[in-house]
Every structure is written in C-alpha cells, then in structure tokens.
C-alpha cells in the first residue's frame, strides 16, 4: 500500500506581482506580498512561546517586495524582503495552507467544524 503523505510540494514557484505557486496537485496559488511578509512565521515577527505575532501590519511598507528567494531542503521557501528582512522559512504546507483563494478558504472552514 502506498504511504498517503499530505506534503505539499510545489512545481513553480514565480515572483511576478505577487508570489505564484503552481503546485503538483495543479492547484495555484497567489500571494500578494504584503499578506506574506504580514505573515512571516520566523522568531522576531512571531513569539515562539506564546504564537502571538510580534510585528506590526503598520511597520510594513505597503509597497514591500520580493528580492530573492532560495529553498530550504525541500520543504521551505525563504523570501529575501526588499526591506532586509530574511529569517522567515515559509514551509511549502503553511503557505498551502495560506492560500487566499476561495476554494482553500471554504476547505479550512469545513476542516475546522468537522473538528
Ligand atoms: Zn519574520
Ligand atoms: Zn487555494
């Protein structure tokens, strides 16, 4: 029997106006970058003990940008912000799990009653 891992992986990943994500599954994703960077998991934006989010929407610049990426294993994007910031790993399953279109919307809502 085939082991069902729930991994996603991504097939492309584009910075174009925003963060695009074709992943194996054929489903896509876009993220505009003020969302992401609103987002970043890493330590300082977010306290590791307590998941309180330690950064401030209004500290980000709204015009914030995408400088460079490169992955981490297989398993993480790292984003290289146009405004220096560069710790956040965005794991492939939580920017799955981000995205903002209505199909996933609609799944983590089922998830979350049937829970
Ligand atoms: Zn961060
Ligand atoms: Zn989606």
Same mark, same amino acid.
């Given at each position: 029997?085939?082991?069902?891992? #729930? @991994?996603? !992986?991504?097939?492309? %990943? ?11 599954? =054929? ?25 309180? #989010? @330690?950064? !401030?929407?209004?500290? %980000?610049?709204?015009?914030?940008r995408i400088r460079?990426?490169?992955?981490? =294993? ?42």
């Amino acid at each position: 029997m085939a082991k069902k891992l #729930k @991994r996603r !992986k991504p097939e492309t %990943i584009l910075v174009r106006n925003d963060l695009y994500i074709l992943w194996k599954d =054929g489903h896509e994703s876009n993220y505009p970058f003020f969302m992401l960077r609103d987002g970043c998991p890493c330590a300082s934006c977010v306290d590791e003990i307590t998941g309180e #989010k @330690r950064l !401030k929407s209004s500290d %980000i610049a709204p015009n914030i940008r995408i400088r460079g990426s490169d992955y981490v =294993g297989n398993y993480a994007l790292r984003i290289n912000w146009s405004d220096g910031h560069n710790t956040g790993l965005y794991s492939f399953n939580f920017l799955r799990d981000l995205c903002p279109c209505s199909t996933c919307q609609s799944e983590q809502a089922d998830v979350a009653i049937s829970s």
